[in-house]
Structures are given as C-alpha cells and as structure tokens.
C-alpha cells in the first residue's frame, strides 16, 4: 500500500524503499517501529500461532543503519525458514542469508563509500572479535542528525579522564577490556563495562574529590 510505503520513506533511503517493501510483502512480515533501545537495533520473532512473521526496528537509526538492521532482521527470517530453531543466531546459516541479501542493496549504489566498505568488511568478516561490528557502527554514527555538542563517545575519553551518563552517573575511564571499556562508577564504587561507542559527556576538570564533597552534602 501507498502509506506503508510513505512510512518506509520516512527511514529509509529512498532508493531501497521499493525492494525493502517487495521483501515485506513476499515474506508478509510485520513491520514494528519501535522505541530506542539501547540493548539492540531491532529484532525478529518468527511466524507462529497464526502470527506473522515480526520484525521491530528503533525509531532513531539513521537511514543506512536502518537497512542495514532490516537486512540483518530479515537473514533471520530466511534461516528460519530453512532450518527452524536448528541454528547459531548468528552462524553461517544465518550469514550466508544476510551476505546474499545484502547483494542487491550494496549493487544498488544505496550507501556512502565508506559505509559500503565497512559493511562489506563486515558482511566477510568470519571472526566477530577483530571488531568489524563496532568499525561499521564508527562509520555509521557520522551520519547520525542528532549529533550533541556536548556529547562524545567513550573511545574518544583520555584515560583515567571522568564523565557523566544520561541519567547523571559519573564515571570513571579506566582501561580497555577485549571490546569493552572498564570505567568505575563514581557513585556506587562498582565496576561497569561501556560499549567504546557510548555517548557521554565529558567532565573536563572534575576532581573526584568535588564529588566526594558534592555526595556529602546531598547526604
Ligand atoms: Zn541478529
């Protein structure tokens, strides 16, 4: 239908709304728009009970990132399709769906050299840990519209430097751990791991000791 595909257009690039729309039509997928959720970019849940099969997208990717998370969604619906729950998540079942899928999209010209790049890294890249996820995710924040002036990423902190979370935390940098970053928080004294791409706000100049202070008085 007309709106359905309005309603892609508002996510997607508009060159792949056509074949984005065909897959949802062939495979009678139910498409969510969801909430941002910091835990993941979408999810499929496979047809059952009469239901169809479901995907859910974040409201907030930016147009590459949304396709992309469909594509990835939709390798999941082709391998289970083909082998039911018989299958690794994210095993060759499911990759040799999403690199075939993925085809026409990267042959369409939809994506920025430097994203084209990065996904075709990722799409061949037979070892999660050399970190091709977070390299393709690096390239796709640039094209992000709500870039905050405040904000910045984790990875771009110095060592040791401070900075506080949305729901005003402060932490602590501390060091690099496979791909996560130890910081310490500064209110509970825990340890917490950090994705590099976390946005945070810097605190320039902050002295733990302020805070030591600062939790005092609020105590
Ligand atoms: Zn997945």
Request: proline share 5%; aromatic share 10%.
């Amino acid at each position: 239908m007309e709106s359905d595909k309005a309603l892609l257009r508002k996510y997607l690039p508009e060159t792949a709304v056509e074949a984005v729309y065909g897959a949802i039509v062939e495979k009678n997928v139910q498409l969510r728009i969801s909430r941002s959720r910091s835990s993941k970019l979408g999810d499929y849940r496979p047809a059952m009970n009469g239901k169809p099969h479901r995907i859910s997208l974040n409201h907030d990717l930016n147009p590459y990132e949304f396709l992309i998370t469909f594509v990835h969604e939709l390798a999941h619906l082709f391998a289970f399709e083909q082998y039911g729950r018989r299958h690794q998540p994210h095993g060759q079942e499911w990759k040799q769906y999403f690199q075939l899928l993925m085809q026409p999209y990267l042959k369409a010209d939809i994506f920025p050299a430097d994203v084209e790049n990065e996904i075709k890294l990722h799409l061949y890249d037979s070892n999660a840990a050399n970190g091709s996820d977070l390299n393709l995710k690096r390239v796709l924040q640039n094209y992000d519209k709500k870039k905050t002036s405040v904000g910045t990423v984790v990875e771009n902190l110095n060592e040791k430097s401070y900075f506080k979370t949305r729901d005003g935390r402060v932490f602590q940098k501390l060091e690099l751990r496979r791909k996560r970053i130890k910081c310490i928080c500064m209110n509970d004294n825990r340890l917490y791991l950090f994705s590099p791409l976390a946005l945070v706000e810097p605190l320039n100049g902050f002295e733990p000791n302020q805070f030591l202070h600062l939790l005092k008085k609020m105590g």
